[in-house]
């Protein structure tokens, strides 16, 4: 999985609740973030990371707010809301039991 196509329907929004859910960070410190975190496997690209944060934003899963970033640019930080935080519970349990019914099928032994 390196494209966000790549990635089941949803995942991305359950990836960036679960980095934002760490502490607040701009777009491309959660890019740097998902990328780290999953060994150089996930990457997302600016056209798929920013709709995505907007769509966030707008569910009211997450708050933005410019600040200064590390190199004292101004950057739009993201965090999540307590309505994200129970939005992350429920995709968090959904992937759970999709990625363990996913794996049963995997797992069939061969004829």
């Not at 679960?18 to 690209?45: C, F, M, T, Y």
């Not at 933005?64 to 429920?90: C, D, H």
Request: glycine share 6%.
């Amino acid at each position: 999985m390196s494209r966000p196509n790549d990635l089941v329907q949803g995942t991305l929004d359950l990836l960036l609740l679960k980095i934002l859910a760490l502490e607040p960070l701009n777009g491309w410190a959660i890019s740097q973030r998902l990328k780290q975190v999953s060994g150089d496997v996930l990457q997302v690209s600016d056209g798929s990371l920013y709709p995505a944060l907007h769509k966030l934003e707008q569910e009211g899963w997450i708050t933005a707010e410019w600040k200064a970033s590390e190199n004292n640019r101004r950057a739009k930080f993201y965090s999540l809301t307590r309505l994200g935080r129970r939005q992350l519970r429920k995709e968090t349990e959904s992937w759970t039991r999709l990625s363990q019914a996913i794996t049963q099928v995997v797992r069939l032994e061969e004829a």
